[in-house]
Protein backbone atom coordinates (compact mmCIF):
# COMPACT_ATOMS: atom_id res chain seq x y z
CA UNK A 1 0.00 0.00 0.00
CA UNK A 2 1.07 3.29 -0.52
CA UNK A 3 1.42 5.28 2.40
CA UNK A 4 0.93 9.27 1.74
CA UNK A 5 4.14 11.58 2.15
CA UNK A 6 2.24 14.45 3.95
CA UNK A 7 -1.08 14.34 5.28
CA UNK A 8 -2.98 17.20 6.96
CA UNK A 9 -5.74 16.76 8.96
CA UNK A 10 -8.84 19.14 10.21
CA UNK A 11 -9.37 17.67 13.47
CA UNK A 12 -13.16 18.16 14.08
CA UNK A 13 -16.19 17.33 16.88
CA UNK A 14 -14.65 17.37 19.87
CA UNK A 15 -17.33 19.28 21.13
CA UNK A 16 -20.09 16.96 20.18
CA UNK A 17 -17.92 14.25 21.20
CA UNK A 18 -17.91 16.14 24.49
CA UNK A 19 -21.82 16.94 24.40
CA UNK A 20 -22.37 12.77 23.63
CA UNK A 21 -20.79 11.95 26.92
CA UNK A 22 -22.73 15.13 28.62
CA UNK A 23 -19.16 17.09 29.87
CA UNK A 24 -17.94 20.30 28.61
CA UNK A 25 -16.88 20.97 25.38
CA UNK A 26 -13.27 21.53 26.90
CA UNK A 27 -13.19 18.20 27.80
CA UNK A 28 -13.61 17.31 24.31
CA UNK A 29 -11.13 19.68 23.09
CA UNK A 30 -8.39 18.13 26.13
CA UNK A 31 -9.09 14.60 25.03
CA UNK A 32 -8.86 15.55 21.16
CA UNK A 33 -5.32 16.45 21.85
CA UNK A 34 -4.29 13.73 23.43
CA UNK A 35 -5.64 11.74 20.17
CA UNK A 36 -3.35 14.23 18.09
CA UNK A 37 -0.29 12.85 19.90
CA UNK A 38 -1.59 8.98 19.81
CA UNK A 39 -2.13 9.52 16.12
CA UNK A 40 1.45 11.83 14.86
CA UNK A 41 2.87 8.35 16.58
CA UNK A 42 0.81 6.00 14.92
CA UNK A 43 1.27 8.01 11.49
CA UNK A 44 4.98 7.54 11.41
CA UNK A 45 5.12 4.10 12.45
CA UNK A 46 3.13 3.82 9.35
CA UNK A 47 6.02 5.49 7.02
CA UNK A 48 3.96 9.14 7.36
CA UNK A 49 6.65 11.71 6.69
CA UNK A 50 4.47 15.12 7.31
CA UNK A 51 1.80 15.42 9.19
CA UNK A 52 -0.28 18.90 9.83
CA UNK A 53 -2.80 19.82 11.87
CA UNK A 54 -5.25 22.61 12.50
CA UNK A 55 -5.86 23.38 15.51
CA UNK A 56 -7.00 26.89 15.59
CA UNK A 57 -8.70 29.25 13.15
CA UNK A 58 -8.52 32.59 12.28
CA UNK A 59 -12.08 32.41 12.24
CA UNK A 60 -11.99 30.64 15.81
CA UNK A 61 -11.68 33.69 17.75
CA UNK A 62 -15.48 34.41 17.43
CA UNK A 63 -15.98 31.62 19.64
CA UNK A 64 -17.17 32.52 22.94
CA UNK A 65 -14.73 33.58 25.46
CA UNK A 66 -15.06 30.96 27.74
CA UNK A 67 -13.83 28.44 25.21
CA UNK A 68 -11.29 30.76 23.42
CA UNK A 69 -9.91 30.92 26.64
CA UNK A 70 -9.86 27.19 27.55
CA UNK A 71 -8.43 26.52 24.35
CA UNK A 72 -5.43 29.06 25.12
CA UNK A 73 -4.72 27.62 28.12
CA UNK A 74 -4.65 23.66 26.62
CA UNK A 75 -2.34 25.45 24.26
CA UNK A 76 -0.24 26.63 26.89
CA UNK A 77 0.03 23.05 28.05
CA UNK A 78 0.29 21.56 25.06
CA UNK A 79 3.12 23.39 24.37
CA UNK A 80 5.18 22.09 27.21
CA UNK A 81 4.56 18.19 26.23
CA UNK A 82 5.24 18.58 22.74
CA UNK A 83 8.80 19.99 23.98
CA UNK A 84 9.07 16.17 25.38
CA UNK A 85 7.52 14.34 22.88
CA UNK A 86 9.26 16.16 20.17
CA UNK A 87 12.77 14.99 21.85
CA UNK A 88 11.44 11.62 22.78
CA UNK A 89 10.24 10.40 19.15
CA UNK A 90 12.82 13.16 17.63
CA UNK A 91 9.86 14.85 15.61
CA UNK A 92 10.48 18.65 13.77
CA UNK A 93 7.85 21.02 14.69
CA UNK A 94 6.85 23.99 12.84
CA UNK A 95 3.36 26.14 13.65
CA UNK A 96 1.49 27.31 10.48
CA UNK A 97 -0.23 30.82 10.80
CA UNK A 98 -0.02 34.12 12.40
CA UNK A 99 1.40 33.65 16.08
CA UNK A 100 1.89 37.51 16.66
CA UNK A 101 -1.83 37.43 17.78
CA UNK A 102 -1.33 34.97 20.63
CA UNK A 103 -0.16 35.44 23.95
CA UNK A 104 3.40 35.90 24.73
CA UNK A 105 4.45 33.25 26.86
CA UNK A 106 2.80 30.84 24.16
CA UNK A 107 4.91 33.11 21.57
CA UNK A 108 7.82 31.89 23.97
CA UNK A 109 7.04 28.41 24.06
CA UNK A 110 6.61 28.04 20.16
CA UNK A 111 10.37 29.94 19.41
CA UNK A 112 11.31 27.41 22.30
CA UNK A 113 9.80 24.40 20.58
CA UNK A 114 10.50 25.07 17.28
CA UNK A 115 14.34 25.70 18.10
CA UNK A 116 14.51 22.76 20.13
CA UNK A 117 13.25 20.63 17.81
CA UNK A 118 14.68 22.05 14.42
CA UNK A 119 17.37 19.30 14.11
CA UNK A 120 15.19 16.32 14.68
CA UNK A 121 14.94 13.92 12.03
CA UNK A 122 11.73 12.13 12.23
CA UNK A 123 8.01 12.86 11.71
CA UNK A 124 7.67 17.07 10.56
CA UNK A 125 5.08 18.03 12.91
CA UNK A 126 2.80 21.09 11.83
CA UNK A 127 0.33 22.56 13.73
CA UNK A 128 -1.86 25.35 12.31
CA UNK A 129 -2.73 27.86 15.04
CA UNK A 130 -4.45 31.23 14.48
CA UNK A 131 -4.51 30.18 10.79
CA UNK A 132 -6.26 30.75 8.13
CA UNK A 133 -6.08 30.09 4.53
CA UNK A 134 -6.65 33.31 2.97
CA UNK A 135 -4.69 35.26 5.68
CA UNK A 136 -1.75 32.91 4.75
CA UNK A 137 -1.98 33.77 1.38
CA UNK A 138 -2.10 37.66 1.78
CA UNK A 139 0.97 38.18 4.76
CA UNK A 140 3.04 36.13 1.48
CA UNK A 141 1.61 38.38 -0.62
CA UNK A 142 3.05 41.64 1.52
CA UNK A 143 6.22 40.07 2.38
CA UNK A 144 6.43 39.45 -1.00
CA UNK A 145 5.24 43.15 -2.26
CA UNK A 146 8.11 44.31 0.30
CA UNK A 147 10.84 42.41 -1.37
CA UNK A 148 9.94 44.11 -4.82
CA UNK A 149 9.78 47.33 -3.28
CA UNK A 150 12.91 46.98 -1.87
CA UNK A 151 14.24 45.53 -5.23
CA UNK A 152 15.17 41.90 -4.18
CA UNK A 153 12.90 40.41 -7.05
CA UNK A 154 11.40 41.61 -10.03
CA UNK A 155 7.95 41.46 -11.52
CA UNK A 156 8.89 38.29 -13.44
CA UNK A 157 10.00 36.60 -10.86
CA UNK A 158 6.57 36.52 -9.65
CA UNK A 159 5.55 32.72 -10.38
CA UNK A 160 4.20 29.88 -8.33
CA UNK A 161 7.79 28.30 -7.02
CA UNK A 162 8.93 32.16 -5.95
CA UNK A 163 5.56 32.47 -3.89
CA UNK A 164 5.23 29.55 -2.36
CA UNK A 165 8.43 30.90 -0.37
CA UNK A 166 6.32 33.62 1.12
CA UNK A 167 3.97 31.28 2.86
CA UNK A 168 3.71 29.86 6.24
CA UNK A 169 4.59 26.58 4.43
CA UNK A 170 7.95 27.21 3.06
CA UNK A 171 9.55 24.18 2.04
CA UNK A 172 7.45 21.39 3.32
CA UNK A 173 5.70 19.36 0.03
CA UNK A 174 1.62 19.55 -0.48
CA UNK A 175 -0.64 17.43 1.25
CA UNK A 176 -1.28 14.30 -0.55
CA UNK A 177 -4.27 13.50 1.43
CA UNK A 178 -6.43 15.33 3.63
CA UNK A 179 -8.79 14.14 6.52
CA UNK A 180 -11.41 15.77 7.66
CA UNK A 181 -13.73 14.01 10.64
CA UNK A 182 -17.31 14.45 12.22
CA UNK A 183 -18.69 14.38 9.07
CA UNK A 184 -18.30 17.95 7.86
CA UNK A 185 -16.97 18.67 4.29
CA UNK A 186 -15.61 21.76 3.83
CA UNK A 187 -12.35 23.38 4.09
CA UNK A 188 -12.60 25.44 6.55
CA UNK A 189 -10.15 28.36 5.49
CA UNK A 190 -7.07 25.01 5.49
CA UNK A 191 -4.36 25.26 3.54
CA UNK A 192 -5.89 26.90 0.26
CA UNK A 193 -2.88 27.20 -1.67
CA UNK A 194 -1.18 23.71 -0.69
CA UNK A 195 -4.70 21.57 -1.32
CA UNK A 196 -4.94 22.62 -4.99
CA UNK A 197 -4.39 18.72 -6.07
CA UNK A 198 -5.13 16.67 -2.57
CA UNK A 199 -6.79 14.17 -2.37
CA UNK A 200 -9.82 14.49 0.48
CA UNK A 201 -11.05 12.05 2.72
CA UNK A 202 -14.11 12.97 4.89
CA UNK A 203 -15.35 10.42 8.08
CA UNK A 204 -18.53 11.24 10.42
CA UNK A 205 -15.66 9.58 13.55
CA UNK A 206 -15.61 12.48 16.05
CA UNK A 207 -11.85 13.38 16.13
CA UNK A 208 -11.95 11.93 20.07
CA UNK A 209 -12.75 8.65 18.50
CA UNK A 210 -9.72 8.72 15.91
CA UNK A 211 -7.81 5.85 15.40
CA UNK A 212 -4.94 4.12 13.92
CA UNK A 213 -7.64 1.51 12.37
CA UNK A 214 -9.43 4.99 10.86
CA UNK A 215 -6.08 6.61 9.49
CA UNK A 216 -5.76 2.69 7.83
CA UNK A 217 -8.74 3.10 6.00
CA UNK A 218 -8.20 6.81 5.09
CA UNK A 219 -4.63 5.50 3.45
CA UNK A 220 -7.15 2.65 1.57
CA UNK A 221 -9.52 5.42 0.22
CA UNK A 222 -6.14 7.69 -0.82
CA UNK A 223 -4.50 4.26 -2.96
CA UNK A 224 -7.88 3.66 -4.63
CA UNK A 225 -8.20 7.14 -5.60
CA UNK A 226 -4.31 7.90 -5.98
CA UNK A 227 -4.41 8.73 -10.05
CA UNK A 228 -2.62 12.03 -10.12
CA UNK A 229 -1.91 13.65 -13.25
CA UNK A 230 -4.21 10.79 -15.27
CA UNK A 231 -1.99 8.18 -14.67
CA UNK A 232 -3.95 4.57 -14.26
C1 LIG B 1 -12.51 20.98 16.62
O1 LIG B 1 -13.63 20.64 17.37
C2 LIG B 1 -11.44 21.66 17.45
C3 LIG B 1 -11.32 23.11 17.24
C4 LIG B 1 -11.87 23.79 16.28
C5 LIG B 1 -10.51 23.84 18.19
P1 LIG B 1 -14.89 21.61 17.49
O2 LIG B 1 -14.72 22.46 18.70
O3 LIG B 1 -15.09 22.34 16.22
O4 LIG B 1 -16.06 20.58 17.74
P2 LIG B 1 -17.54 20.65 17.18
O5 LIG B 1 -17.45 20.85 15.71
O6 LIG B 1 -18.21 21.79 17.86
O7 LIG B 1 -18.13 19.33 17.54
C1 LIG C 1 -12.14 24.06 11.58
O1 LIG C 1 -13.09 23.57 12.45
C2 LIG C 1 -11.01 24.68 12.34
C3 LIG C 1 -10.22 23.76 13.16
C4 LIG C 1 -10.33 22.47 13.17
C5 LIG C 1 -9.23 24.41 13.96
P1 LIG C 1 -14.37 24.44 12.87
O2 LIG C 1 -15.27 23.50 13.58
O3 LIG C 1 -13.96 25.65 13.59
O4 LIG C 1 -14.94 24.82 11.43
P2 LIG C 1 -16.37 25.30 10.98
O5 LIG C 1 -16.64 26.57 11.71
O6 LIG C 1 -17.32 24.22 11.37
O7 LIG C 1 -16.26 25.47 9.50
MG1 LIG D 1 -16.23 22.09 14.56
Redesign the pocket.
Known sequence: MKIPEHIAI???GN?RWAKKKRMPRNYGHAQGSKTVEKICEEAYRMGVKYLTV????T??WS?PRDEVDALMKLLRNYMKDCLKTSSKNNMKVRILGDISKLGEDIKTSIIELEEASAENTGLNFQV?LN?GGRDEILRGAKKMAEAYKAGLISLDEIDESNFFRYLDTKGIPDPDLLIRT?G?Q?I???LLWQLAYTEFYFTDTLWPDFTKEELMKAFQYYNSRNRRFGAV
Not at 54 to 57: Q, R
Open positions: ILDGYAFSENRAYSERSNF
